[in-house]
Nanobody, 120 residues
Framework: QVQLVESGGGSVQPGGSLRLSCAASGSIFSINVMGWYRQAPGKERELVAAITRGGSTNYADSVKGRFTISRDNAKNTVTLQMNSLKPEDTAVYYC??????????????WGQGTLVTVSE
């Protein structure tokens, strides 16, 4: 059974920083794309950042220059460093991974979500 376990959410003032981490565990052959999504109250879930196994990254325009995604392929982990946080970054953040349980397969997994609150 594959699990994605997130950590690192919390409350911070505007301009502050938080670091989110996600670890994938279970019987995993390989992980292709890992990423972070977020969902604010009353809004749809949106992509924040994603990173391929080779290290190519993709960011939402709203977080470019403030957030950095990275991963450790050996540990099956992905990290989101969030700097210069704004109130509009407040949301539940979800880890996402496209996982090969065996060669050529592709399954999507989600973490349980971690709340990030940015306020005075």
């Amino acid at each position: 059974q594959v699990q994605l376990v997130e950590s690192g959410g919390g409350s911070v003032q505007p301009g502050g920083s938080l670091r989110l981490s996600c670890a994938a565990s279970g019987s995993i052959f390989s992980i292709n794309v890992m990423g972070w999504y977020r969902q604010a109250p009353g809004k749809e879930r949106e992509l924040v950042a994603a990173i391929t196994r080779g290290g190519s990254t993709n960011y939402a325009d709203s977080v470019k220059g403030r957030f950095t995604i990275s991963r450790d392929n050996a540990k099956n982990t992905v990290t989101l460093q969030m700097n210069s946080l704004k109130p509009e970054d407040t949301a539940v953040y979800y880890c996402n991974a496209q996982i090969e349980l065996y060669r050529g397969s592709s399954f999507e997994y989600w973490g349980q979500g971690t709340l990030v609150t940015v306020s005075e």
